[in-house]
């Protein structure tokens, strides 16, 4: 009988046997747990102590248990997602002065040194371990920045994959028109990752606000610009930067569990995922936003439990280890 660990809502819990049971983490019912992960028999999951990043592991059999060990504290270095295998742990953190960029760093356990393998101008997350351990996968997207260093927005995000062995890092999936999340290695040389159409940062905004300072601006000089009528405001919504929208409530259909290999398109398995993960004997679990549901080897589907917005799912014995 599998366990599914999951995060909703900034809140860690299990679905085992079709029961549901929310689990303590360190720091009380207010802790907000950023990521989780399992290996070697083991549930880790990351919060953020003040300016502190931590991770704890709870035992994957019984994660009610005893108390939670301490497997790292990083002061001012917040960690968001994480992914383990033995004796190494994979985490999203953030060391850019504007808080935008965020980093793959790669800790050696239990002495906690660690590399940072995705330092550029760039926004990585998701780390996942290949099903040998031997490989990191993760995703990473650009940043774009005006001439004054801001973020107007971001490329679309693609598949990489990281050799700790021989630091090689390569590209495996990549479109200019979607952007790619969360990979996963499978069975027989296949790639699983969640699709989504990649969507700018609506320059109307933009657009606008530059006719408004130019209107201010000619009203203080006394210009010929301060006659002309002030922008209306944009219609609809604008869209926010990439990755950094709220988890809806059910995932779009246009977000698509994708199965794919090196040099081939790849294949729609389910649309509707806002969170998934590999089973050992290749079935998929995978949340819509308001269930947790399994995929069958032939197919067929069945609900495992009702829990709403599930941002990421985690299995005690998932083909991806970490």
């Not at 035992?59 to 033995?86: F, K, S, T, W």
């Not at 979607?178 to 159409?197: H, I, L, S």
């Not at 819509?288 to 014995?317: F, M, N, W, Y």
Request: hydrophobic share 35%; glycine share 10%.
């Amino acid at each position: 009988m599998e366990t599914i660990f999951f995060v909703a809502e900034g809140r860690m819990g299990m679905i085992r046997g079709g029961d549901v049971v929310m689990l303590p983490a360190e720091g009380g019912p207010e802790a907000e747990v950023k990521g989780i992960s399992a290996a070697d028999g083991k549930l880790y999951y990351s919060r953020l102590e003040m300016e502190t990043g931590c991770v704890y592991a709870k035992p994957a059999e019984r994660p009610a248990g005893p108390p939670d060990e301490a497997v790292l504290r990083c002061r001012e270095m917040p960690i968001y997602e994480i992914g383990g295998r033995e004796g190494a742990m994979a985490a999203v953190t953030s060391r850019g002065v504007d808080g935008v960029r965020r980093q793959i760093a790669l800790f050696t356990l239990p002495r906690g040194y660690y590399t940072l393998i995705a330092d550029g101008d760039e926004v990585a997350e998701s780390p996942s371990w290949g099903r040998d351990g031997s490989l990191l996968y993760f995703t990473t997207r650009a940043c774009r920045r005006d001439v004054n260093g801001r973020v107007t927005g971001y490329e679309p995000s693609a598949v990489m994959a990281y050799d700790p062995a021989t630091h090689e890092c390569v590209r495996l999936f990549a479109s200019p028109d979607y952007d790619y999340c969360a990979p996963r290695e499978g069975r027989a040389g296949a790639y699983y990752f969640v699709r989504r159409p990649y969507r700018e940062l609506d320059n109307r905004l933009s657009r606008r606000l530059a006719r408004l300072l130019g209107y201010l601006a000619g009203r203080l000089r006394g210009g010929k610009r301060g006659k002309e009528a002030l922008p209306a405001p944009p219609k609809g919504p604008v869209a926010a930067p990439q990755g950094r929208d709220e988890p809806p409530e059910v995932a779009p259909r246009s977000w698509e569990l994708m199965r794919a290999k090196r040099y081939s398109a790849p294949a729609v398995v389910k649309k509707g995922v806002l969170a998934f993960d590999l089973l050992e004997d290749g079935c998929i679990v995978y949340s819509d936003g308001s269930q947790v549901l399994k995929i069958h080897r032939d197919g067929k589907e069945k609900v495992l439990a009702e829990v709403p917005k599930v941002t990421a799912l985690c299995a005690v014995d998932a083909a991806n280890p970490g």
